[in-house]
Each structure stands twice: as structure tokens, then as C-alpha cells.
């Protein structure tokens, strides 16, 4: 019986109603793909069309008596039809003839499914794909996660976005692959130690996108290739990004400029944050509190200082834009229930960011109220979106069920702004997202970790986070430096935190204060309406003198490594290489480089040993073998392949120079 074809270069099986297509995606990748009763489809997927046709002599497929095979470079797909129930197993191998992963077997009487779909109303399917564990597999990426832990191994994940979470399914296996789950769809991840599976609430056709590298270096830049690079950063995207919560008029935000400048500090963007709008969905400046927005705009411009300006998603019942849309069909929908979907300062819906015409509406506003003033950069918050009760299944995009397509939301968000700015003449795109998928990157998006709390264990959690996000397609990170709930600006406990973290912030792709800064002071407008407070001070000068000193020290640092950081940010334009980097994807080679979660490499050059502990005064530090490390406090030089106790007073984090490297910064830290 013949189960298997050719199809313009891919390797195609049938059996029983199940289609399965494996093909050639990009060099060194395949990509598979499975349907029931239908055809196979590109779907909502993060893939782009491959650069390379990855045909010629780097792809082979032979199809022989219940097997077949295709080749594309290092990876190696074998398709076996199994004799118990004439099922089909998959299994992937390197170069080597090594096996990468492999999809279960059906365990004979057992009957078990690699692919296992099961209908729901409306034609799609719940989906389950299972694959073997390796128990000694450690795997990275994910996107991010608030946990402390960097092998995954062992997790089980939700594939959702919530407020500080971010869902995108790709990881770095240590066994030498890298391995997209190409389905925007809401579902679960289970890296369990007998089994692999991966779970879809609802979704059309299963889909995923598998390369194999003899580095993780080669593996990451393969899955830029395959889902696309960041765009350059702007040269204001590489300094110090002063926020709060919240600038809440004109001249709060005017005074805080100037006095940087008086100051001599150097600062490349000041960020006016959400509720500057009368109701969300207005899109545009309160005229009660900045009165004159292009002039304020103005005068920022010419202190050299980019503005940013928050941007919700959300539509309030009561905003002047809402009936429109609303006719219009620019909303996300509830499917039952009142179409009340965060509530917070009043009812709240969702514009639709999977609609191309809800895209170039918002657009159209933001163009109007701010591109026009010259404010070049917008922060895109609520980006998951904030659904209050995160009840998926009860919400409906343009593009389908939020069951089916939701993940995808942030980066059409992202890409809603990004293609208008393009479109508007702009050059240089950075917009700050609290969200992301799988392709965000390709639209200019710059994600941060979400509205975490001011504690050390979430200073930890950040590490993390920031090197998974770098592994799974994601360069541009940043965090709220010193977290963004329950910091009192006149506590010292407070302002220990935050030194470290200004430290540790110093180091991140990009360098941005923030946070809600207790107590607030309450906002009262003409109207007796209560709006949003006002955070207590967030500056550099807010914190006490001697902390001050630190935090300009920092600032200047920064300034110092400006080549250093634009070098690092064009190499993330040109192959997708993280800027913050696991220690391993420079030392793939060294076996304790695998297993550090809390220091890190700010490019090749730089180790990275924030001190995420109250009261610590030192921490001990590896050093990766293969080269030797220059501290940067104090010019010691250390052989590498050994593990040190690093002295780390107040004002200083350990950070080391790899051979010697960047020299201009011994002494400096």
C-alpha cells in the first residue's frame, strides 16, 4: 500500500482520513503540518515564507515499503507506519544519524496518538501532540515565565498571555535543536520526563517547525530566519529611559526634562504614561491637563529627549470613538454574557487588533493626536490583552475563536503601529510592549516584563525571564527597574532594591525606570471625577544623595557602552543573536554553563552577576573555561573554568571582561 508522496518538494502521508505534511522550511528545518479531512493550510502561523527554497541538493526524500524519509542539511525526518494500526511515527536526527525528538509511539494494543485530534462544534478540533522525553534534555526559551528556574524540563506552561506572561512557543534543546510550536492557538505545554505534549483548546490543523544546529547559536539565528529579525534600534533607544507611574500633566513632565538637563544627566526618552486620555479609547491628550501637547512635544524635542506615549487597547463605553466601532465591528466580541471585558475606570472592550481595519483605525487616531505633535514612540500596554477573568473560550477576534487564534493579539497590536509609522515616513521604529508571540520582533516590538512586584524573589524572576526571551526570538527586553507594585520611594529596604536593579538594568537590552512609586497622591479633574493617581517620585534625585551618586554612576556606564550597545543591537538586526544572552549560547561546550539561572553575558563581552539579594555585599560568580575574565571593579584577573566569591558593595555590580575585552571598563563598575 502506498502511504506516502511527493508534493512540490514535501513529503506527504495519508491514512484513514489524517493528512500529513512534512516539508523543507529554511535550511537545516523542516516543517511539519497535519489535517483531518481537509487540506493543509498556511494558518495563522509565526513562519514566513523561507528565504531559501531549501531545494536542490540539500534536500533528499526517498519513499520506500511503509517508510519514508526527508532530508533537508543537518536534519533528517523519518516517517515509519507502524503495523499496529497502520499509525504513524515521525522521528528526527542530526548529521550524525543522533535522535533529536520523536514523536510516541501508538504502544501496540495500547492505541496511543502522536497526533491526536478531537472534534468540536464549528468544525475545529482540540489537539494533543505527543512526542519521547529525554529525561537528561534541558530545554530554554518559552518566552516569559514568572518563575525562577531556566531548565524547563519538568514544566508545565500555560500557552496563554496574561499581565507579566508572555507565550511563545519556540525553545533551545541541549540535544542540538530548536523546536516552534506553530500554533497561536490558547492551550498547555508539558515538558514531563516521560512524555512531551503539547495541547491545543482549538485550533484547524496541527503545525510545527522543527531545526537542527551544532550550536545554539546556529539554532537561534535559523529561527529568526524562519520568523524574522528585529529592526535596527534607534540610537535613542540606547541610553537611559526615564518613567512613572504616572506624569500626570504637562507640566510634571516638562519640570522632570528640565531638571535632567540642569542636571547635565543624560536621558534619551521620557515616557508619559496611560490615563493622559479623557476615556480609554479616545486616543489623544486630556486638554484639562496638557493643554498644549504639541508645544510640550516641542520643547522635548529640542532637550534632545524622545517622547513615548502609553497607548490602551481598551475602548470605554463612554469614549468618543466606541458607537463607531462598535457599528463598525472593530471590537472584540464576548460571545456570551455582557461585552464588558476589563472593567477598570469604567466598562471596558478591547479594539480588535487582528482586524486590519480596526488596525488603520487606531492608527488614524494615534496619527492625529500624537505622530502629528512629532512623538515618534508609543507604549503599547494591555498588549495580552487584560482580559479581567482571562475566560478565553468566552471572547471572539476577526480572525477567530480567542480559543483558536488569541496568542496571536500582541504582535498584530505591535504590527498595527509599526506598519502606520512606516507608512507615516518614520525610519526608525521602538514600541514598547507588555506582550508578545512568536514574530513580535519583526514589528518593532520591545517587550517588558509586565507589572511585577518590588521584591527580590521577582528581581530574580527577571534574570530568567530576560534570557528566555532573548533564546526565543525576542532581543529587545527590559523590566521595570525596581518593579512596579509597592515601592515606597522613602524606604530604605526600597531603595536597596532598587539600586541593584538599576545595576542589573544597566545591563538589560534596554535601560528604563519605572514603576508606581507608593504613596500616590489622588487626582481629582474640574469634574469631581477620581482619576488615576500620581506615584511619588521616581527620578534619580528621589532616592536620597548617595544613592543618587549610584544611579548617575550607572547612567554614565551606560553611556560609556553606547558602540558597544549599538554593536550589539545590530548583530540582533542581522542573524536575531540575543543581547542578553544565556551563558551557555557563548559556551555551549562548558556543562555548568547550562545550569545558571542568575548571571548572564550583556553581549559576548560582558558577564553579568546582579546582586539579587537583601544585604549581600558579595556573590559567588562562575566564570566560563576557554578564556580568562578581567573584573571590571577592580582589574583582577581570573582563569576561567572556576567558580569565585566577587566582592559587591552597594555601588557596585559584578561584571567581568572576557579575555580582557572592552577594556574601557576596568575600574569603571
Excluded at 52 to 80: F, K
Excluded at 381 to 393: I, N
Amino acid at each position: 500500500m502506498n502511504y506516502f508522496e511527493e508534493i512540490n518538494g514535501s513529503l506527504v502521508f495519508r491514512e484513514n482520513g489524517e493528512t500529513v505534511m512534512v516539508s523543507p522550511w529554511g535550511a537545516d528545518s523542516l516543517r511539519v503540518r497535519s489535517c483531518i479531512l481537509g487540506e493543509i493550510t498556511e494558518g495563522q502561523g509565526a513562519l514566513l515564507p523561507p528565504d531559501d527554497a531549501s531545494s536542490g541538493d540539500e534536500v533528499r526524500i526517498r519513499i520506500g515499503d511503509g517508510r519514508a524519509e526527508i532530508r533537508n542539511g543537518r536534519i533528517r525526518a523519518e516517517l515509519t507506519v507502524q503495523e499496529w494500526g497502520k499509525a504513524l511515527q515521525i522521528t528526527f536526527r542530526n548529521q550524525k544519524g543522533e535522535i533529536l525528538l520523536q514523536e510516541i509511539p501508538n504502544g501496540g494494543a495500547l492505541q496511543k496518538k502522536a497526533r491526536q485530534f478531537k472534534p468540536l462544534p464549528g468544525g475545529a478540533f482540540s489537539l494533543k501532540a505527543s512526542f519521547v522525553s529525554d529525561p537528561e534534555e534541558k530545554l530554554y526559551g518559552m518566552g516569559q515565565y514568572q518563575q525562577e528556574i531556566m531548565n524547563l524540563k519538568g514544566c508545565n506552561l500555560e500557552l496563554a498571555h496574561r499581565n507579566s506572561q508572555a507565550s511563545v512557543p519556540f525553545y533551545v534543546s541541549s540535544l542540538g535543536y530548536g523546536f516552534l510550536w506553530n500554533n497561536p492557538a490558547v492551550g498547555e505545554v508539558h515538558f514531563g520526563l516521560n512524555t512531551t505534549q503539547w495541547e491545543a483548546m482549538a485550533t484547524r490543523q496541527l503545525d510545527y517547525w522543527i531545526t537542527a544546529g551544532d550550536t545554539p547559536a546556529q539554532i537561534v539565528e535559523a529561527y529568526a530566519n524562519a520568523t524574522g529579525k528585529a529592526p535596527m534600534m534607534p540610537e535613542f533607544g540606547l541610553g537611559f529611559w526615564q518613567c512613572k507611574l504616572r506624569y500626570y500633566n504637562q507640566e510634571q513632565v516638562l519640570d522632570v526634562a528640565r531638571e535632567y538637563k540642569r542636571r547635565g544627566i543624560p536621558i534619551d526618552v521620557l515616557v508619559i504614561d496611560y490615563y493622559h486620555w479623557p476615556r480609554c479609547g479616545d486616543w489623544r491628550f486630556d486638554e484639562e491637563y496638557f493643554p498644549a501637547p504639541r508645544e510640550m512635544a516641542e520643547e522635548i524635542k529640542k532637550m534632545g529627549i524622545e517622547l513615548m506615549v502609553s497607548v490602551w487597547p481598551q475602548v470605554d463605553w463612554r469614549s468618543e470613538n466606541y458607537e463607531e466601532m462598535k457599528q463598525q465591528g472593530l471590537l472584540v466580541k464576548s460571545n456570551t454574557g455582557i461585552d464588558v471585558q476589563m472593567n477598570f475606570h469604567g466598562n471596558n472592550v478591547f479594539m480588535d487588533a487582528t482586524n486590519p481595519r480596526a488596525r488603520e483605525y487606531v492608527w488614524e487616531k494615534c496619527r492625529k493626536n500624537y505622530a502629528n505633535f512629532g512623538i515618534r514612540m508609543f507604549w503599547l500596554d494591555e498588549a495580552e490583552p487584560e482580559f479581567t477573568t482571562y475566560d478565553f473560550e468566552n471572547y471572539r477576534y476577526y480572525a477567530g475563536s480567542v480559543a483558536e487564534v488569541g496568542n496571536i493579539y500582541p504582535r498584530e497590536y505591535a504590527r498595527a503601529f509599526y506598519e502606520g509609522q512606516q507608512k507615516n515616513g518614520q525610519k526608525e521604529i521602538v514600541n514598547l510592549l507588555r506582550c508578545a508571540w512568536a514574530g513580535s520582533q519583526r514589528y518593532g516590538a520591545l517587550v517588558w516584563s509586565g507589572d511585577i512586584m518590588s521584591t527580590y524573589e521577582d528581581f530574580r524572576k527577571q534574570i530568567c525571564a530576560g534570557i528566555h526571551m532573548g533564546l526565543s526570538g525576542i532581543p529587545w527586553w527590559t523590566t521595570d527597574i525596581g518593579g512596579f507594585h509597592a515601592g515606597v520611594t522613602e524606604d530604605p529596604d526600597f531603595q536597596e532594591l532598587l539600586v541593584r536593579w538599576f545595576q542589573f538594568g544597566t545591563f538589560c537590552p534596554v535601560m528604563r525606570l519605572h514603576g508606581c512609586r507608593q504613596p500616590v497622591e489622588e487626582i481629582v479633574n474640574r469634574a469631581g471625577e477620581v482619576r488615576e493617581g500620581t506615584g511619588a517620585g521616581n527620578e534619580i534625585w528621589s532616592f536620597g544623595e548617595e544613592n543618587y551618586e549610584i544611579l548617575l554612576k550607572y547612567i554614565r556606564i551606560r553611556e560609556k557602552m553606547r558602540d558597544y550597545t549599538r554593536s550589539l543591537m545590530r548583530e540582533a538586526h542581522e542573524k536575531g543573536t540575543p543581547v542578553m544572552r544565556a551563558m551557555f549560547y557563548e559556551f555551549p561546550d562548558d556543562p555548568q554553563c547550562w545550569e545558571i539561572k542568575d548571571a548572564y553575558l550583556f553581549g559576548p563581552d560582558l558577564l553579568v552577576a546582579p546582586v539579587c539579594h537583601k544585604g549581600a555585599k558579595s556573590r559567588s560568580v562562575y566564570l566560563p573555561e576557554g578564556t580568562f575574565w578581567i573584573s571590571a571593579s577592580d582589574g583582577t584577573r581570573y582563569e576561567g573554568g572556576r567558580t569565585i566569591e566577587a566582592a559587591a558593595p552597594i555601588g557596585t555590580i559584578p561584571v567581568f571582561l572576557r579575555g580582557g575585552r572592552q577594556e574601557y571598563l576596568k575600574g569603571e563598575i
